[in-house]
C-alpha cells in the first residue's frame, strides 16, 4: 500500500479492496475441492446424506416407475439410517435435539403427535403412524443436520450438490413431452390418477401439460425449482467467489427457471419472488442481483413461445388480487369449519395427511376429512392445541434463523444463513395453502439447513454452544501487567477511614 499513499483516500480504499478481492479468489478452493469438503469429518454418514438428497430429486420418478411399498418409503430409509449413525456415534452425553428454543418447541410438538396417535376414537394405528411419520420426520433432520455440521466448506460442498441435481431434474423436465406422458396415462389407470391435475386449460381452451420431471407432481417440480435457484443466488453473491463460478452459477439459473415456467408452479414462482427480494435486501447488493431476473424473464419469454402463450396466460393471474385472495382463503375457510366442528381434533391420520396411496385400501377407514394444506390437516388432527404447538415451533425456528442472519453477516457463514433463513421464510408463508414440510426433498432438506445454521451460529458465538467449558488462560507471571496499583494512604492500611 505504500506506493498509494499518495492518492486519494476514496482511491486507496478501492485499491484495498481490489487487493482483497484477488487474494480471496486466490484462495477459493477448487470445485471439485468443494464437492469432496462434504464427506469431512465422516465420510460414510455425509454419503448415505448425499444418497438420501439424490434419492429424494428422484423419488416420484421411482415410484411411477418402481411401485412398491419399498420405493415408497425409500428417501424416509436412507435419511433415517443417517439419523441412527448420528445418534449413535455422538459423544457420551451429548443431546441429540439440541438445547434452545427450536428444540423445546419441538419436543413439546413431539409429545402432542405422540398422544394423537394413540386416541383410542381416531382412525386406525397404521394410518396414524403414517400420519406420525409425515409432521415428525422433516423436523428430525434438524437435529440431523447439526449433529453432522463439521464446516462451513462441507454444507457449502451440499449446496453445490443441489445446484447440480436442480441442474439435472430441470433439463429432464424441460425434454418431457405430453405425448409421452398421455401415452403413459393411457397404458397405466394407477398412472392416469396421480396425475389427473398436470393438465390447465387457457382462456381459449387450449390444455396445457404441466410438467413434473422426476417429482411427484409439478407442484413439486416448481417449488424444488425454486429451492435451488435460490440456493444459487446465495451463492452468487457471495464476496470471494471466482468470476467464472459465478458465470457458471448465473447460467445454471437459466434451465431452472425455464422449467420452472413450464411447470405452471404459480406459488413456487411467488416464493422466489420472495426469496429473490429477500437475499437482495440482506446483501444490499442490488445490482448484484440483476442477472438473475433476467434469466427468469429470458426463461418466461422461451416458455411462453413453446407453450403458445399460455404458461404467460396462466402466471398472469397472479396479477388478480382475487386469484391470490381465494387461493388462501380456502384452506384457512376448510380449517375453520373443522374447527366449529371438532375444536380438539379427531387424531393422526383423520385428514389422510401423509398417508400413502396403497394404505388407503387396506385400512378400510372412511371417515376421512380431506385437507387442503398443512393448516388446515393440522386443524382436523390436533385441533387448536396441534396449530399452537405447531405455530411456536415455526416462530422460534424465525426468531433462532433472524438471530443467526444478525450474528453471521458480514462473515464467511452470510451465505448459509441467507439461503436457510430465505427458505424458512418461504416454508412459513406457504404454510397456510401448501405443504412445506412433506414436500420431497424440500421439507426435509429446508430444517436440515435450519440445524447446520445454528450449528455455524453457535460455533460463532462459542459461549451459547453446549459443550466444555473452555480452561481458563494461564495466568501472566509479570509483577505489572499495565500500571502500578496505587498504593493505598496510610489511614487505609491502618483501617480508619481517609475522611
Request: glycine share 8%; proline share 6%; net charge positive.
Amino acid at each position: 500500500m505504500r506506493e498509494h499513499q499518495h492518492l486519494p483516500e476514496k482511491k486507496r480504499l478501492l485499491f484495498a479492496a481490489a487487493r482483497k478481492a484477488q487474494v480471496l479468489e486466490a484462495e477459493e478452493p477448487s470445485f471439485k475441492e468443494k464437492l469432496l469438503a462434504i464427506i469431512q469429518g465422516d465420510p460414510f454418514i455425509n454419503s448415505v446424506m448425499v444418497a438420501g438428497i439424490t434419492i429424494g430429486f428422484f423419488h416420484g420418478w421411482l415410484k411411477f416407475n418402481y411401485p412398491h411399498p419399498v420405493v415408497t418409503f425409500l428417501f424416509d430409509a436412507v435419511l433415517l439410517l443417517a439419523l441412527v449413525l448420528v445418534y449413535l456415534r455422538r459423544k457420551r452425553g451429548t443431546p441429540f435435539i439440541p438445547p434452545g428454543k427450536i428444540g423445546a418447541a419441538l419436543i413439546a410438538f413431539y409429545v402432542v403427535c405422540g398422544v394423537y396417535a394413540l386416541l383410542p376414537f381416531g382412525p386406525p394405528l397404521l394410518m396414524s403412524v403414517a400420519a406420525l411419520r409425515g409432521w415428525c420426520f422433516a423436523t428430525l433432520m434438524y437435529s440431523l443436520g447439526y449433529n453432522m455440521t463439521r464446516s462451513l466448506a462441507q454444507v457449502k460442498g451440499y449446496f453445490y450438490v443441489l445446484i447440480i441435481l436442480g441442474v439435472i431434474t430441470a433439463t429432464y423436465g424441460i425434454r418431457q413431452s405430453p405425448e409421452e406422458i398421455e401415452q403413459r396415462m393411457q397404458q397405466d389407470e394407477q398412472f392416469a390418477a396421480r396425475l389427473k391435475g398436470t393438465y390447465y386449460s387457457t382462456e381459449t381452451g387450449r390444455v396445457q401439460l404441466r410438467v413434473f420431471s422426476t417429482f411427484v407432481s409439478s407442484g413439486v417440480f416448481g417449488s424444488v425449482m425454486a429451492y435451488v435457484i435460490i440456493f444459487t443466488v446465495a451463492l452468487i453473491s457471495e464476496d470471494g467467489v471466482p468470476r467464472r463460478e459465478r458465470l457458471l452459477l448465473g447460467l445454471a439459473v437459466v434451465p431452472m427457471a425455464y422449467a420452472l415456467m413450464l411447470a405452471g408452479a404459480r406459488s413456487a414462482l411467488v416464493s422466489l419472488g420472495i426469496g429473490f427480494v429477500s437475499a437482495a435486501w440482506y446483501r444490499r447488493k442490488f445490482q448484484t442481483f440483476v442477472l438473475i431476473p433476467g434469466a427468469i424473464y429470458l426463461a418466461t419469454k422461451w416458455a411462453a413461445a413453446y407453450t403458445g402463450g399460455a404458461s404467460l396466460e396462466r402466471y398472469a393471474t397472479l396479477l388478480n388480487p382475487d386469484t391470490i385472495w381465494y387461493r388462501f382463503l380456502n384452506p384457512v375457510v376448510v380449517a375453520w369449519l373443522s374447527f366449529l366442528d371438532n375444536p380438539i381434533g379427531g387424531g393422526l391420520g383423520r385428514s389422510g395427511y401423509s398417508v400413502p396411496f396403497f394404505l388407503w385400501g387396506r385400512t378400510g377407514y372412511t371417515e376421512t376429512i380431506p385437507g387442503e394444506g398443512d393448516l388446515s390437516c393440522l386443524v382436523i388432527e390436533m385441533g387448536v392445541i396441534g396449530v399452537v404447538v405447531f405455530v411456536r415451533v415455526l416462530y422460534m425456528a424465525c426468531r433462532t434463523v433472524y438471530e443467526a442472519l444478525r450474528r453471521l453477516q458480514n462473515t464467511p457463514a452470510s451465505s448459509l444463513a441467507l439461503a436457510s433463513a430465505a427458505c424458512v421464510i418461504l416454508a412459513v408463508v406457504a404454510f397456510p395453502i401448501g405443504s412445506p414440510f412433506l414436500g420431497i426433498p424440500t421439507g426435509a432438506l429446508t430444517w436440515f439447513f435450519v440445524g447446520t445454521l445454528q450449528k455455524l451460529s453457535d460455533q460463532h458465538q462459542p459461549e451459547a454452544a453446549p459443550g466444555p467449558v473452555a480452561e481458563a488462560p494461564p495466568k501472566s507471571t509479570k509483577r505489572f501487567l499495565y500500571r502500578r496499583t496505587p498504593k493505598l494512604p496510610s489511614s487505609s492500611r491502618l483501617g480508619r477511614s481517609p475522611l
